[in-house]
T-cell receptor
Framework: NAGVMQNPRHLVRRRGQEARLRCSPV?????VYWYRQLPEEGLKFMVY????????ESGMPKERFSAEFPKEGPSILRIQQVVRGDSAAYFC????????????FGPGTRLTVL | GESVGLHLPTLSVQEGDNSIINCAYS??????FIWYKQESGKGPQFIID?????DKRQGQRVTVLLNKTVKHLSLQIAATQPGDSAVYFC?????????????FGSGTRLLVRP
């Protein structure tokens, strides 16, 4: 009974490169959320997606960041032209539906920008 | 409200004692609250949740109390064990604009002394 899978677990990029973070939700879950966590801080919401739809992207920076959750395959968080301030842990969560349903979190991807 | 870049407050307790972790939430319209435990290098792990029509909910060794008047949550851990050492976050389900994103508090580090 696999939980939320994220890969890679650790990602190192140089400034200006692209970072692609992948998230496979719990089997049967159609709602995916991405959060970012800086050291010693709580998680900050970025984006909420359902299959092929972005429901809420109010936490996403306006430039360089994008997310998708295609009909087939994992959800992808893409960061173009990374800067040092993008260094953080990125967590994906999934749920069966919206509302008062538990969000199950993955182990996170730790992005380091050199 | 939004967490800020400060060092996490720390609660140090003796093994076997009870622990109480407090949290203030921001949105009076939130109606679903969750406590998460996060161990170093891992994603948040669900502990217990509570809906706004309740003021207390008990699980195994844990109790959550909700005071809507002052927008306050607490997590009580009975007979604290070394394995309880972690960072604890409260989260509220904001339900804003049909989005079910979680808004996390800034977290409390629990250290259990043997």
């Amino acid at each position: 009974n696999a939980g939320v899978m994220q890969n890679p677990r650790h990602l190192v990029r140089r400034r200006g490169q692209e970072a692609r973070l992948r998230c496979s939700p719990v089997k049967g879950h159609s709602h995916v959320y991405w959060y970012r966590q800086l050291p010693e801080e709580g998680l900050k919401f970025m984006v909420y997606l359902q299959k092929e739809n972005i429901i809420d992207e109010s936490g996403m920076p306006k430039e360089r960041f994008s997310a998708e959750f295609p009909k087939e395959g994992p959800s992808i968080l893409r960061i173009q032209q990374v800067v040092r301030g993008d260094s953080a842990a990125y967590f994906c969560a999934s749920s069966t539906s919206g509302g008062d349903n538990e969000q199950f979190f993955g182990p996170g991807t730790r992005l380091t920008v050199l | 409200g939004e967490s800020v870049g400060l060092h996490l407050p720390t609660l140090s307790v003796q093994e076997g004692d009870n622990s109480i972790i407090n949290c203030a939430y921001s949105n009076s319209a939130s109606d679903y609250f969750i406590w998460y435990k996060q161990e170093s290098g891992k994603g948040p792990q669900f502990i217990i949740d509570i809906r706004s029509n309740m003021d207390k909910r008990q699980g195994q060794r844990v109790t959550v109390l909700l005071n809507k008047t002052v927008k306050h949550l607490s997590l009580q851990i009975a007979a604290t064990q070394p394995g309880d050492s972690a960072v604890y976050f409260c989260a509220e389900n904001s339900r804003m604009d049909s989005s079910y994103k979680l808004i996390f508090g800034s977290g409390t580090r629990l250290l259990v002394r043997p």
